[in-house]
């Protein structure tokens, strides 16, 4: 179907798939046109459509920017969109717009039925199903999500007019061919929309009595006469009149079963409690009110003993004697529980909560997890629990879903089901329309337990959902079957993997607890490697049984074995996590079964919608449905919205599927990761330090990349996949080394923006070996020197310098900003170790070359170095000036660390040259921005050089204040936090001495022991 208006408006595809509208007055532009298929729409409709009768100024240009957007999308359709004057014109086939079908379907059965004409044989049966296709089309409201004008308010009603004929149509069909009974549901469905329309009110009434539920009827009956005196002040009309005068007339369908013997109760002179007539329903509640305590009131008459009980005016529909009934079967189908079960009390509290005979939900519950986690094991045993709150008995069947020979068939469960409630097999229908109908009315008055397992689709569910108050239904399944909960109102249970306690527990029946217990640190690790899944340990655990001399640190030695794991916890049976995992895989659809697939190549115990987009080569859309549908078969779980994780089991099935794929894919999927992942640092990086270059070309450019505002949310995503790019280097370093380098050098900047400098120093190791392997001595270069630069921050000087000698001495001015940026780097550490005319002659070399062979963003990089390294030697003039030309150079940039590092060198001039004021107001503007963007490292930094500054202006409380912020920032992160609190320890029992917070007359000022620049530069972009 290619455009759908009977529900909310949609374009899609010729495989079905949804083509993006982008807000409701364009879908109400594709509407109109669609609805006047093959007809100029003059522009004034559109107005009319879209904004009712004040139509905007711009109102001719916001049409024409919506026609060329249409134009686009529907490029690739068989419709084509047209201007003719006075308006637009849609051409296309009829066929593909599902309200030109719905008409044409009304149309063909009109004459399939059409008076004076000789029926062909069959006739009725084929109008019926061109109706039943044209209702079908309908997916909820028309024209659901268009602007409320008017016009959509008119052509809303005349759609739903045009429906209800349709319904009226089918529902008569229906009703004269014996199978009213099937048209219940959507009539009831239609009176509870409109119960004002007696026409559709009494087709309900009529089919309730050939359902054989008379009693209902008359309800629906009170029920529209009070609606009408209440809302009309009308008595019902003839149409109602004729109903209520068949209902109380003619013989009700299961009296005639009754006598003939072969009804809905089975054998002649036997009935069903729970029979879809007056008499049998009114029998079945007597019985409910029986057990329940009730006493029959007054003007009731008795039947024989122990029988029901019925008011005089039920007495003409009452049933045979008692003395020719027999009391229907108790169906009891729940099969045996499972051995050895543990845990699950907060789930089994919850079923009772939902479900349960003392019950405060709505009676139905749905169960769903990840394949092996329990759910069939925990229902059956709850439900064997409540059994006997449950007296008319307990459904139960396996739905097969993932079944290779495909699910079960629900006509086929519905027969079983009225079989077991006592339906002769002769009066079982042959439609499931039918049997849905005869289930419901058997299900009406009792009070069952259903248990519906391993369902894989909500789609065939509804059809056996009894229909009873007093009867409730627990649905489990590997998919969240979102539609149930939507559409039915379903509880939902996730069940995940077992804690620690229960798992040992479960460890401890099947090998008893001594045998468990001798060993605990090995459970422990067992049940890890078993993701807490109660089949993995169980199958784990038979393997232990049946090898009485292995210890558990045997099979936990033989599982650590990755590649053989999965084949470790296969039984040789149909039971086992690898073939419940590939029951499962084989229903996926063909994009989630690939994302699944290539996953394997993704070191990250998460990923996200733009990093799967990049593994399928394909849009954020596909990608975020296919990661959808992994997670609602719990292959996948969303543990933050828009992030996705997997148990080590999956992930290790996803490698198995992984490693029987061609070369060539395994290969494009690795090498698209690496370019997402290259190109996503780069974008983040852009907000820390824009001197940042892009190394290589993209031969696989992503189609979609993460958009952080600034860089506070560029380090937030850089700190959820910081492992996972570590992880890509490091794998990476042999067999893509070229995009291992570019990966390491691209992630620079975030890495010491986050503080995370251990594991900068180890990304840029692996990316140093990898470049060594491509021959590359330029990125060697860069990356010795950006080491150098990570060295700095965890104080090891003297490693520092050796990489920066390497860096300079592997690259020539030729090579540009990585000569460059290398001196800079080595004449700041050179700096630090005390030669103060070398560093300052290497600072001059880097920046004369820098202004000469690299644009001005890159200049502000080397002249934050020249600020750094003229505080150390003493001329803050300098410093002072060249600080501020690095910031003039990154006005575009005041976020990045290189702008920081420069305020910081400015603020420690200007209290050199003696202006505290100046300097302490750009204190307060880094520290600001330090902790906006979140730069914990250079904030720090930030907080103990301004101690520094308030500590030679005597004001030692407020200097102990920020010493702790820098304390605090420095645990945060690990590094150099000794030292600081040392110094706050000192300032600390200073002013406990005295007791106060600014120095007394007289006092001289307590000097910090540290020096008054900070031995640390700018970051080491790349």
């Known amino acids: 179907m290619g455009i759908r208006l009977l529900g909310p408006v949609e374009l899609r ?3 079905g798939a949804l083509v993006p509208l982008s807000g409701s007055q364009r879908r109400a532009v594709l509407a109109l046109l669609a609805l006047r298929l093959g007809r100029v729409v003059p522009v004034e409709h559109f107005f009319e459509l879209l904004w009712g009768e004040e139509p905007p100024a711009r109102a001719k240009a916001a049409l024409q920017g919506h026609v060329a957007a249409l134009r686009k999308v529907l490029a690739d359709t068989p419709f084509l969109l047209h201007t003719r004057a006075p308006g637009y014109l849609l051409t296309g086939p009829a066929e593909q717009v599902d309200v030109l079908r719905f008409e044409a379907l009304a149309a063909r059965a009109r004459e399939d039925t059409a008076p004076g004409e000789q029926a062909a044989p069959g006739a009725g049966a084929e109008a019926v199903g061109l109706l039943e296709q044209a209702l079908g089309l309908w997916t909820g409201a028309a024209l659901a999500d268009l602007p409320d004008t008017e016009l959509r308010r008119a052509l809303v009603g005349q759609l739903a007019e045009a429906r209800t004929r349709v319904l009226i149509s089918w529902a008569e069909l229906r009703l004269s061919r014996g199978s009213g009974a099937a048209a219940v549901p959507a009539l009831e469905q239609s009176v509870r929309a409109d119960g004002l329309r007696e026409s559709v009110v009494a087709l309900l009434i009529r089919c309730l009595q050939q359902a054989g539920r008379p009693s209902d009827a008359l309800t629906v009956y009170h029920h529209a006469r009070e609606l009408l005196d209440r809302e009309l002040g009308m008595l019902p009309g003839a149409d109602l009149q004729a109903a209520l005068s068949q209902v109380l007339t003619e013989e009700p369908a299961w009296r005639g079963d009754l006598r003939r013997g072969d009804g809905y109760g089975g054998p002649a002179g036997r009935v069903h409690g729970a ?7 009114v029998e079945a509640r007597a019985r409910a009110g029986a057990r329940a305590g009730t006493e029959a009131g007054a003007g009731q008459l008795p039947t024989a003993a122990g029988a029901a009980t019925v008011t005089p005016g039920e007495r003409d529909q009452a049933p045979a004697p008692e003395s020719d009934l027999v009391e229907p079967p108790t169906p009891r189908q729940l099969p045996r529980q499972s051995a050895g079960f543990v845990g699950r009390g907060l789930e089994s509290r919850w079923l009772d909560r939902e479900c349960g005979p003392e019950r405060t939900g709505d009676g139905l519950a749905l169960v769903v997890g990840p394949a092996g986690a329990g759910k069939s094991a925990t229902v059956i045993r709850w439900a064997h629990q409540v059994a006997a709150g449950f007296p008319d008995g307990q459904l139960f069947v396996d739905l097969r879903g993932f079944d290779p020979a495909g699910p079960a068939d629900p006509a086929e469960v519905l027969g079983e089901f009225l079989l077991a409630l006592g339906v002769a097999e002769s009066a079982v229908p042959e439609d499931l329309a039918a049997r849905v109908a005869l289930y419901r009315a058997h299900t009406d008055t009792r009070a069952l337990l259903v248990v519906l397992d391993n369902a894989r689709s909500a789609e065939h569910l509804t059809a056996l959902l009894p229909s009873g108050p007093d009867c409730a239904t627990v649905v489990t399944s590997r998919n969240t079957l979102e539609d149930l909960v939507v559409t039915e109102g379903a509880a939902l249970l996730r069940l995940e993997a077992l804690p620690e306690g229960d798992a040992l527990r479960l460890l401890e029946r099947a090998l008893t607890p001594g045998r468990v217990h001798a060993e605990v640190a090995a459970a422990e690790q067992l049940i890890e490697l078993c993701d807490h899944l109660p089949l993995a340990l169980r199958i784990a655990a038979s393997r232990l049984a049946a090898r009485p001399d292995w210890t558990i640190a045997d099979l936990v030695a033989e599982l650590a074995d990755e590649r053989t794991r999965l084949l470790t916890l296969d039984t040789q049976g149909t039971i086992s996590i690898r073939t419940a995992l590939s029951l499962t895989y084989r229903h996926l659809s063909a994009e989630a079964a690939r994302l699944l697939t290539v996953l394997a190549a993704h070191p990250g115990r998460e990923v996200d919608t733009f990093a799967g987009a990049a593994l399928l080569g394909t849009n954020p859309a596909t990608a975020r449905a296919a990661l959808g549908e992994l997670a609602a078969y719990h292959l996948l779980t969303e543990g933050t919205p828009g992030r996705y994780s997997r148990h080590d089991l999956i992930r290790l099935f996803g490698m198995e599927l992984f490693a029987e794929q061609p070369a060539e894919v395994r290969r494009l999927s690795s ?11 780069r974008q983040c990086s852009d907000h820390l330090e824009p001197s940042l270059g892009s190394y290589g070309e993209r031969f696989h450019p992503p189609t ?8 506070r949310a560029a380090l937030d995503w850089f700190r959820a996949e910081e492992p996972t790019i570590r992880a890509l280097v490091v794998a990476a370093n042999t ?17 010491y923006g986050a503080s995370r400098l251990i594991d900068w120093l180890s990304c840029l190791r692996a990316g140093q070996r990898a470049a060594e392997r491509c021959g590359s001595t330029a990125a060697a270069a860069l990356l010795c020197s950006t080491m150098a630069n990570a060295l700095i921050g965890v104080d090891r000087r003297q490693e520092a310098a050796e990489l920066a000698q390497r860096a300079v001495a592997g690259t020539t001015p030729a090579d540009g900003f990585a000569h460059t940026r290398s001196l800079a780097t080595l004449a700041l ?3 630090a170790l005390g030669d103060p005319a070398e560093a300052v002659r290497l600072s001059a070399a880097a920046v004369e070359l820098t202004k000469a062979l690299c644009p001005p963003v890159q200049l502000s990089l080397v002249l934050a170095y020249a600020a750094a390294i003229s505080m150390l030697t003493g001329d803050a003039e300098a410093a002072l000036r060249e600080a501020r030309e690095a910031q003039r150079l990154l006005t575009g940039h005041p976020g990045s660390t290189t702008y920081a590092w420069s305020m910081l060198t400015e603020a420690q001039a200007l209290q050199a040259l003696g202006f505290p004021e100046a300097a302490e107001l750009v204190w307060s503007r880094l520290l600001t921005n330090c902790q906006e963007a979140g730069f914990l490292h250079l904030h720090a930094i930030s907080e103990q050089s301004y101690a520094t500054f308030l500590l ?7 200097a102990a204040e920020h010493l702790r912020s820098a304390v605090g920032l420095y645990q945060l992160h690990g590094h150099l936090a000794g030292a600081v609190a040392e110094l706050l320890t000192v300032i600390e029992q200073s002013l406990s001495c005295r007791g106060g917070g600014q120095l007394p007359p007289g006092q001289a000022p307590l000097v910090a022991e540290t020096p008054p620049t900070v031995l640390e530069g700018p970051p080491e972009p790349c």
Not at 735 to 751: N, T, V
């Open 13 to 15: 595809t010729a495989a």
């Open 275 to 281: 029979g879809a007539g007056a008499g049998a329903g």
């Open 671 to 681: 090498e698209r990761l690496l370019e997402y992942y290259a190109e996503a640092a």
């Open 704 to 711: 979609a990349l993460p958009r952080p505002t600034n860089a």
């Open 735 to 751: 067999a893509d080394p070229e995009r291992a380098w570019q990966l390491s050098l691209g992630a620079s900047p975030l890495y």
């Open 829 to 831: 550490i050179t700096a």
């Open 952 to 958: 030679a202006l005597g004001r030692e409380r407020e």
